[in-house]
């Protein structure tokens, strides 16, 4: 009477095999932040250029500053 028993259980895992899958490997980020910092500060100059232009050619006439110097200019 040679009866072999039936099991149900899972085979044995040999112990190098890890027992959760490999996690996948997640996609560095660092150049999309690069890249909007580079973007913001490129609009920055350009805005604070535009302004510093816009200043140098009208600033007077915005400001009234021409008749203000004059009469600065005067009292020295």
């Not at 028993?5 to 996609?27: F, G, H, Q, R, W």
């Not at 604070?48 to 200043?55: I, M, P």
């Not at 007077?60 to 021409?66: I, S």
């Amino acid at each position: 009477m040679n009866e072999t028993m039936i099991s149900n259980a899972p085979p044995e895992v040999p112990p190098d095999v890890p027992l959760t899958p490999p996690e996948e490997k997640k996609s560095s980020k660092i150049w999309l932040i690069v890249l909007v910092v580079l973007l913001v500060l490129c609009c920055c100059c350009v805005c604070l250029s535009a302004v510093g232009a816009g200043l140098w050619s009208n600033g007077d006439k915005w400001f009234n500053l021409g008749a203000t110097l004059q009469l600065l200019a005067g009292m020295v």
